[in-house]
């Protein structure tokens, strides 16, 4: 039973543009959501949170969306940088601060 | 502090034989958790502590594997007689208890043969 659901195992934008990486989540529980970057060879690297009680967080070129009613999240990045190809978890704390991730969506940023 | 430590970052092990790895948490961090992910995959939970109490394993934890936080600081995570699906990467977190989100480690990777 996956919880945290990225459904786009990958997405190729060009640089400059904007990059939206989506989320779903079944557990209406979950109180705190997250969204990791991870480079080859390295653990999980936080980027970027959102509250359940707030609907949108924006921390320089990534902003994240919380819609509720849906159980739905997403990661906005712009513009897209070289640096930013990796590979994205969403992830979601429950109540007992234990996070649980999505599968990840690698993202390639195309010159 | 430079953050989550973890060791080895490599390990290649003959089927069968017993591996452990360390971790070492961010000082002032009070809860620890344990982390596998294979390909494809994202992390998975394993068990986590808070100080030096285990307080969930995940059912991913086979009776092969074990994990300690002796005085609350470092942690160990021991597999025995290892099988080939245990190779991934093991992956290290802490934080305090309340906070947002975890700091990772490099991981360990393992690789059985």
């Known amino acids: 039973d996956q919880q945290v659901k990225q459904n786009s195992p990958s997405l190729s934008v060009q640089e400059g543009r904007i990059s939206i990486l989506n989320c779903d989540y079944t557990n209406s529980m979950f109180d705190y959501f997250l969204w990791y970057k991870k480079y080859p060879a390295e653990g999980p690297t936080f980027l970027i949170s959102?509250?359940?009680?707030?609907d949108k967080n924006e921390d320089g070129r990534f902003t994240v969306f919380l819609n509720k009613s849906a159980k739905h999240l997403s990661l906005h990045i712009v513009p897209s940088q070289p640096g930013d190809s990796a590979v994205y978890f969403c992830a979601a704390r429950n109540r007992d601060d234990k996070i649980i991730f999505g599968k990840g969506t690698r993202l390639h940023i195309l010159p | 502090d430079t953050g989550v430590s973890q060791d080895p970052r490599h390990k290649i092990t003959k089927r069968g034989q017993n591996v452990t790895f360390r971790c070492d948490p961010i000082s002032e961090h009070n809860r620890l958790y344990w982390y596998r992910q294979t390909l494809g995959q994202g992390p998975e939970f394993l068990t986590y502590?808070?100080?030096?109490?285990?307080?969930?394993k995940s059912r991913l934890l086979s009776d092969r594997f074990s994990a300690e936080r002796p005085k609350g600081s470092f942690s160990t995570l021991e597999i025995q007689r290892t099988e080939q699906g245990d190779s991934a990467m093991y992956l290290c977190?802490?934080?305090?208890?309340?906070?947002?989100?975890?700091?990772f480690g490099s991981g360990t990777r393992l690789t059985v043969v």
């Open positions: 502590f808070q100080n030096e109490a285990q307080l969930e």
């Open positions: 959102i509250s359940s009680i707030k």
């Open positions: 977190a802490s934080t305090f208890l309340g906070a947002g989100g975890y700091t």
